[in-house]
């Protein structure tokens, strides 16, 4: 299948890209507003399925595509809070170079990259299918910009029901490319553990679901190989991890030391969410059956990045 990325410097479309290329499953065109940045990497990783490299302004020019995946986004808290409302139109602008590529072949699939904010929800439950969306459009603030500029997305796509557009929420995400420097909560972690220092954290319970690159993988493989259809899809694990479990696990297993006080760990610039992940099952109707928990991946991964640093 000849699939083109747009937004090809992301870490979570890199890290598809890599998994693709060790299943020897695709040729990719990759396009990103850096290409020589691309480029650079992809002869770092010696990669062998690569058909083109480009700056966005050819993807008109170029070949038919058997599909297209969109990853064009916001890549750590800090950048969302930088780019504030703008968010919603660069979201606008390259959803609308897929869905014209799509009216002129519409045989070609789409997969749009959304997120658990789509909902606009406070999480005081995990999502389900039944859970509806909410903004307060009378008070609506800068930590609504990014749910909103994915919302308006995804309704766009549903009202293309001809069209084969399918929209990934991924909620969280954690791989071992992933930047210590940025303020995450297990960026921080890992940070802490690095520099021997006591992390200090928020006593605030929180129940996250980091999906691992290999499980993301495999959910968009299976949505490929499945009949093409108009739909969104909550990305989940075997098992989410509350904060507590979190803290204890990588203790237990990095020594990380940590302090409970008025501090927050991470910038959180979407909003508080206690309970940030889903209950929906829906992707298991395309095949898709998760191999890790939220702390299987997170534990290789981090391990691999602490021995990257040791």
């Known amino acids: 299948m000849h699939i083109a990325i747009l937004g090809s410097t992301s870490q ?5 890209i890599l998994s693709a290329e060790k299943a020897g ?6 396009f990103a507003r850096r290409p020589q940045f691309v480029r650079d990497w992809a002869q770092r990783k010696q990669l062998k399925h690569i ?6 302004g050819a993807f008109n020019e ?3 595509f058997d599909a297209i995946i969109n990853f064009v986004g916001v890549g750590s808290p800090a950048a969302a809070q930088a780019m504030g409302a703008s968010i919603l139109d660069i979201t606008a602008e390259f959803d609308n170079m897929a869905l014209d590529y799509l009216k002129a072949h519409p045989e070609t699939r789409y997969l749009f990259l959304s997120s658990g904010a789509a909902y606009g929800a406070s999480f005081t439950q995990p999502a389900d299918e039944h859970i509806q969306a909410m903004f307060n459009i009378n008070h609506l603030s800068a930590q609504d910009w990014y749910g909103i500029a994915k919302f308006h997305a995804e309704t766009r796509h549903r009202s293309l029901a001809h069209l084969s557009v399918i929209d ?3 909620f969280s995400y954690f791989s071992r490319q992933q930047d210590i420097s940025a303020r995450f909560l297990l960026s921080d972690i890992l940070r802490a553990i690095q520099e021997k220092t006591t992390l200090k954290i928020s006593p605030d319970y929180i129940v996250r679901d980091f999906l691992h690159p290999s499980d993301f993988f495999q959910l968009i493989e299976a949505v490929l190989k499945a009949p093409a259809t108009n739909t969104a899809l909550d990305c989940y694990t075997r098992a989410p991890i509350d904060k507590p479990a979190l ?7 990095f020594g990380l030391r940590y302090e409970m006080t008025d501090a927050s760990a991470g910038l959180n610039a979407t909003g508080g969410k206690p309970h940030y992940y ?5 992707a298991a109707g395309f095949g898709y059956q998760p191999a890790m928990s939220s702390w299987d ?11 990257q640093q040791a």
């Not at 979570?12 to 598809?16: L, N, P």
């Not at 803290?247 to 297993?253: T, Y």
């Not at 991946?297 to 021995?307: F, H, K, M, P, V």
Request: hydrophobic share 50%.
């Open 278 to 282: 889903s209950l929906s099952r829906k």
């Open 62 to 64: 170029r070949a038919r």
């Open 51 to 56: 058909t083109e490299i480009l700056d966005f």
């Open 12 to 16: 979570i479309a890199q890290d598809f």
């Open 247 to 253: 803290l204890a696990a990588m203790h237990e297993h």
């Open 297 to 307: 991946g997170i534990l290789l991964e981090s391990t691999a990045i602490l021995e």
């Open 25 to 30: 499953s695709h040729q990719f065109s990759l």
């Open 168 to 170: 990934i929420r991924v």
